[in-house]
């Protein structure tokens, strides 16, 4: 059994979490991912984000929340912003509202059960309109689970890891609920397989009516192309 279900906590950047099978584990990579968008936005933040100033930031929309780690971690720097997390599995769901008692920022994120693929219409109707759009989904490729370590097959929820036959089923159902939901201006940050930027941009080459333009891609400390980060026209 991983350590972290062992002792039922972890720690996240600055936050120390609850950890409970079978909700994904946060890896250290997932870190990086919440650096490389508190940059963006702290990044020229009065011109690229006009919608937020100082006494209120932006919106957050976490698409598969599992422990709450990155959702979490971004309230925890914004002191105004608001949030909504969802993830399909009711297990996640509660372990995020947990942390998020346990942190003090309950009132400022909304947890929905709901599936990106199957509920996005109620998410739409429920979320409104979100300035950043975050998510480490379901990626890794079909045929390559079997290849995961033991103990991650073993006791880790594979919806949280298996992302179809490409491994884009949750992220192409991410950008096209990018498309309602995300303000004019607004970005979507992914942590993604280092196949993915590559599928990811010539896929919006095909779907220009989605209004999402492919922004960068940014390597993870060990040299994979792992952040993808989009913007809407």
């Known amino acids: 059994m991983p350590v972290q279900y062992v002792i039922e906590e972890w720690d996240f950047r600055d936050l ?21 968008i508190l940059s963006e936005l702290a990044t020229g933040e009065k011109e690229r984000w006009p919608s937020f100033n100082q006494t209120s930031g932006p919106v957050f929309l976490e698409v598969g929340c599992g422990s709450g780690a990155i959702i979490l971690s971004l309230l925890n720097s914004f002191k105004q912003s608001l949030a909504v997390a ?3 599995s009711p297990e996640a ?34 979320c409104g309109a979100v300035d950043v759009i975050v998510s480490n989904p379901p990626y890794v490729f079909h ?31 991410i950008l096209q609920l990018a498309a309602n939901v ?9 942590e993604v397989d280092p196949r993915h930027p590559v599928m990811i941009e010539h896929w919006l080459q095909e779907c220009p009516k989605l209004q999402l333009s492919y922004q960068a891609t940014h390597h993870d400390l060990y040299g994979k192309q792992r952040f993808c980060i989009l913007q809407r026209k």
Do not use: W
């Open 182 to 190: 995300l303000k004019d201006n607004g970005k979507v940050f992914l």
């Open 16 to 36: 120390t979490l609850k950890i409970k099978p079978p909700v994904f584990i946060p890896r250290p990579e997932t870190e990086e991912l919440v650096s490389l």
């Open 143 to 173: 045929e390559d689970m079997s290849g995961l370590m033991p103990d991650i097959l073993r006791y880790e929820d594979h919806d949280a890891l298996n992302g179809g036959v490409d491994g884009m089923d949750v992220i192409r159902a």
């Open 86 to 88: 969802v993830d399909k």
């Open 93 to 126: 769901v509660k372990l995020t509202r947990e942390n998020a008692e346990r942190l003090g920022v309950h009132h400022r994120l909304q947890e929905l059960q709901l599936n990106v693929i199957s509920d996005a219409c109620e998410l739409v109707r429920v």
